[in-house]
Structures are given as structure tokens and as C-alpha cells.
């Protein structure tokens, strides 16, 4: 998948992150976190986060250009946060911190509101996230 994106791809490949799981490493060698996002096909993203704690995040998607945004409404970021947080990334970026992706909601990430599991910097796939879920 990443290869889609990467190298001056057009910008209909943005939606090769739709209806996908994503596995995010961290941004750069003294960044530890890890972050499962599902991106659903409504325009929805379901956000799950080593830095987030135990909740889950909802926010919105959308495509600006060769950039994918999420807007997060101030009340799933915190009681601090008065105004809706956006934050846009452009899509060879997000490809290059991409550690593994599956089609669909793999968690069921979009059905829950808190994370079941820690994510720890330990993982690197997400068959790595599957043996967290069970245990192992």
C-alpha cells in the first residue's frame, strides 16, 4: 500500500487509505508511540493511539489535495480543548510512517470507545497488535 502513494502519486491515491487499518510508527527515531487508525468509507476515522491512552478517538476524515486530514471535536481530545483540532498530513508522509495496513476494520475499531489493550512501542504489525489482543 505504501508503495501507492509514494513518489509523486496523483491524487486519487489518497483513498488507498480508505476502509483500510493502519499501523503508524512513530514520527522519527525519538518518537516511540504506535497508532492503529481505521478510516472508514463515510468520511469517519476511528483512532487508536499509544499516546492517547485507554480511549479510542473518533474524528473526521477528509482529503485537502495531496494532504488526508482529521478533525477531532474538542470533546474527544480533552477538557482543555475548546476548538476542533484538524490535522493534515500529506499522503506520501503517511505512507512512509505506514509499519503494515489491512483492508477493513480489522479491530472493529469503529465500534468501540475504549482501546482494549496498551499499545506498547513494541509493535511493528499488526499481527504484533493481534497478540496483544489475545494475550500472548
Not at 508503495?3 to 476502509?19: H, M
Not at 476515522?45 to 488526508?68: F, P, Y
Not at 503517511?94 to 472493529?108: H, K, N, P
Amino acid at each position: 500500500m505504501a508503495a501507492a502513494v509514494a513518489g509523486g502519486a496523483s491524487e486519487s491515491a489518497t483513498f488507498d487509505f480508505i476502509d483500510m487499518t493502519l499501523l503508524y510508527g512513530g514520527d522519527g527515531p525519538d518518537d516511540p508511540s504506535v497508532q492503529v487508525e481505521y478510516l472508514a468509507p463515510g468520511g469517519s476515522a476511528s483512532v487508536w493511539s499509544s499516546s492517547l491512552g485507554a480511549k479510542i478517538v473518533v474524528a473526521d476524515w477528509s482529503v485537502d489535495g495531496l494532504e488526508l486530514c482529521l478533525s477531532y471535536p474538542p470533546e474527544t481530545i480533552g477538557p482543555s480543548q475548546t476548538n476542533t483540532l484538524v490535522m493534515c498530513e500529506q499522503t506520501a508522509i503517511i505512507a512512509e510512517r505506514v509499519l503494515d495496513s489491512a483492508r477493513g476494520d480489522i479491530f472493529r475499531l469503529s465500534e468501540r470507545s475504549e482501546a482494549p489493550v496498551e499499545l506498547t512501542p513494541e509493535v511493528r504489525s499488526l499481527e504484533d497488535v493481534t497478540k496483544l489482543l489475545d494475550g500472548r
